[in-house]
């Protein structure tokens, strides 16, 4: 408890979904990580990487670089 994840992280959620419209990931995510956090809304809906394989996959390698 108290701990927060220390390695950088990136947020993807869908533009179409429920994080969409109830929250805002990257300032709950942020309050739970010591390193960056990054991410955006994608156009999809829950299931992003099944609607959006190459744009998933994109940032994925880009954020792993």
Do not use: M, N, Y
């Not at 950088?8 to 969409?20: F, I, K, S, Y």
């Not at 929250?23 to 156009?43: D, I, K, N, S």
């Amino acid at each position: 408890a108290g701990q927060k994840i220390a390695s950088d992280l990136l947020v993807l959620w869908g533009a179409r979904g429920v994080v969409q419209r109830l929250f805002r990931p990257l300032e709950l995510w942020q309050a739970q990580c010591a390193g960056r956090v990054t991410g955006q809304a994608v156009p999809a809906g829950h299931f992003i990487p099944e609607e959006l394989h190459a744009q998933t996959a994109q940032a994925l390698s880009s954020f792993f670089r």
